[in-house]
């Protein structure tokens, strides 16, 4: 039997992946977006910043915000579900394209309070042209959720 | 609606949105369920590296601000709004440089919800970016809580 991957290295190789991908993409360093990875599962982290507020009276998390983090964790997902066995296969993964949205439809469940939000995504499906990954977000309690997003998303084609 | 109030509501309101303020967002037009803000392009808002296009969460933050503004300045006179729903269309890129502009209307309003329609453009004004259409709360005074 073939002796098992030094875990450290197998750690190293998905990490480096995970980074490359997150630093290559300015909105995501501008918006202080994170992803905690384990294994394959990944949670995005909204860390709370006072410029992410949209009603200062509440005060309450702007909309556009929280479509963002949205919008970008179903992109990172769809990426790393699409790189993870290139990636497992020792093949250079940096530099792929990135899946391009073709439409998202946020449903605001809760206000969002000002303090870390968190939020996954699943692939429901995906073909070589489209896919569509449905992203829910929570803040204090993983069963309440505070805003939930469905979208569809055009795959980077192979050849490019 | 008196012009002052709108007046009032066009230069507070986006000073008063640290979010929209950050994007760097101006209100150019607004009045009767209607109004249109323009946001700079800014290279800390590419979502793509390789091609330097606009994140699509900026162009939604854009939009749902253009929408919110759109509900504020309806006849009914909300005090609040807040997002219900918000569908947005990516139609095309916008092109890197170009300052995106949003259009927004209310095309319907109960007294608790505002239907909205809003159309994104960059320079070329003939073809949209993205459209969006959402639902909003109008939060008025009587039934606030």
Known sequence: ?160 | MSNERQTKIATQFIGAIPYSRTLGMTLTEIGDGRATITMPYDDRLVGDPETGVIAGGAVSALMDTCAGAAVMVHESQPIGTATLDLRIDYMRPAKPGDMISAIAECYHVTRSVAFVRVTATDADESRPVATATGAFTIQTAKAAE
């Open chain 1, 1 to 160: 039997m073939k002796r098992p991957e030094p875990v450290q290295a197998v750690k190293q190789r998905r990490d480096a992946a995970l980074q490359s991908l997150l630093e290559g993409v300015p909105y995501i360093q501008f918006m202080g977006f994170r992803f905690d990875r384990r294994g394959d599962e990944l949670t995005g982290v909204m860390p709370y910043q006072d410029m992410l507020i949209g009603n200062p009276m509440l005060p309450a998390l702007h909309g556009g915000a929280t479509a963002a983090f949205l919008e970008t964790t179903a992109i990172v997902e769809l990426s790393w579900a699409m790189m993870w066995n290139r990636m497992e296969a020792g093949e250079d993964v940096t530099g792929l394209r990135l899946p391009k949205t073709i439409d998202f439809t946020v449903d605001y469940l809760r206000t969002g309070l000002p303090r870390d939000a968190y939020a996954r995504a699943t692939v429901n499906r995906s073909g070589r042209r489209y896919a569509s990954v449905h992203v829910e977000a929570w803040q204090d309690n993983r069963t309440r959720l505070f805003a939930q997003a469905t979208g569809h998303f055009l795959m980077p084609s192979i050849d490019d």
